[in-house]
């Protein structure tokens, strides 16, 4: 049985980590040049390219610098924030019982009661705290934030806020939040997040062909005793489109294979475990990650994204003026549509009056996606 390093895990730590070599290295440089832009990161991509498990590549580098590190959700941001400054929320405080008098020169004490005074602390304590917190740090500070885009825009700005005068104050603080496509520019927009408009702005795509070879070589390279043909790697590469969570899926499922035949110490992988891996992890990827991302899709989205892969030519791009045609609408009835597929990430317009797909294997699922609909509405019709 071999160890499997890949974990396909939404928004989880995986045990192997893929790629963005550039972001790592522009962060560790970061991390010792006070002046650098990049200590302020805005992260954008769609689900499954890597958001998370680069933000907490970052936390483990700060961390071994002994750099203060604090991980925030999109849940009571600045609560979390607070608690992790202070260690709570609310101090209280109790009075002596013995309080001391003076009458005509003459000193004494008296007993009294225990007086409980309590203090709590919210967003207006927020640039104080973390202004206090950064004089103490002698290694300074990171805060990352996750999925940022469900974070109430009031609680980036109260966070921008404390850092942009954290900053002004000369203080070592860095900030890197995470989110989807369309969050960088609601966000930036916002009067109160000046701060993120001056963040270096890092747009999470698809690996290239040679950057997803090396990066399943690294893998495989550390499972002691597996060896896999360049031929066979280069198969899943091509499958894998370069897709962070794709990848972890085939990786994942492939070591499953293997073991399944119950491998000894030393063993060389399969052309059929490895198609019948890619079969599998392909069925993953579909119920995991592309019916969850329909599901919250609007119809009239969807119904775009449905012409639109009808409408595909040989280089994988599709005429806006064919899509309008296809739902027989004016090109002008549709924008709205494409404009909410192109700020969620589902969708680019490399040309003009052109678009593409920009996750693997979605024009391909939405057609399927569309002949299971209609099973079940001819079963309904047909009150089964």
């Given at each position: ?29 970061a ?7 990049d ?7 769609t ?55 003076n009458?005509l020169?003459?000193?004494g ?27 103490k ?70 690996f ?49 294979q ?23 992890a392909?069925f ?7 019916k ?36 027989g609408?004016?090109?002008?009835k ?38 299971v609909?209609?099973?079940?509405e ?7």
């Amino acid at each position: 049985m071999f160890v499997n390093p890949f974990s396909p895990i939404f928004g989880g730590k995986p045990g192997v980590f893929f790629g963005r070599d550039r972001i790592l290295k522009l962060f560790d440089l970061a991390m010792i040049d006070a002046g650098s832009d990049d200590r302020a990161l805005f992260i954008t991509g769609t689900r499954g390219c890597g958001k998370t498990a680069l933000l907490e590549q970052l936390s483990i580098r700060a961390g071994k610098k002994k750099r203060m590190v604090i991980d925030l959700g999109p849940e009571n941001t600045v609560t979390q924030l607070v608690n992790e400054l202070v260690g709570f929320d609310e101090m209280t405080r109790t009075i002596s019982p013995q309080a001391n008098v003076n009458v005509l020169g003459i000193g004494g004490g008296i007993s009294t009661g225990a007086i409980s005074k309590t203090r709590r602390f919210g967003r207006e304590n927020l640039q104080a705290l973390l202004r206090e917190v950064c004089s103490k740090s002698k290694h300074g500070v990171l805060v990352t934030i996750d999925e940022v885009q469900k974070v109430p825009i009031e609680d980036v700005s109260s966070i921008c806020n404390a850092f942009q005068m954290a900053s002004r104050k000369g203080y070592d603080i860095m900030l890197a939040v995470a989110g989807l496509p369309y969050a960088y520019s609601s966000i930036t927009r916002h009067e109160g997040c000046t701060y993120l408009r001056r963040a270096s702005h890092e747009e999470l795509g698809l690996f290239t062909w040679e950057e997803t070879a090396d990066a399943f070589l690294n893998a495989f390279s550390t499972i002691k005793g597996l060896t896999i043909s360049d031929a066979l790697l280069d198969r899943i590469n091509q499958i894998s489109f370069g897709h962070p969570y794709l990848m972890q899926l085939l990786g994942y499922h492939l070591i499953l294979q293997v073991n399944d035949h119950d491998p000894g110490k030393q063993y060389e992988v399969k052309e059929e475990e490895v198609e019948e891996s890619i079969k599998n992890a392909l069925f993953a990827y579909e119920q995991r990650a592309l019916k969850p991302l329909l599901e919250e899709l609007p119809d009239n989205e969807t119904k775009y994204l449905i012409e639109m892969s009808e409408n595909l030519d040989s280089d994988r791009l599709a005429k806006t003026s064919d899509i309008a045609i296809s739902l027989g609408v004016p090109q002008n009835k549709l924008s709205r549509a494409r404009a909410y597929l192109i700020d969620q990430g589902f969708i680019a317009a490399p040309e003009h009056g052109k678009v593409m797909f920009c996750i693997p294997y979605l024009a391909d699922f939405v057609k399927k996606d569309v002949q299971v609909a209609s099973v079940v509405e001819v079963a309904r019709q047909r009150k089964v």
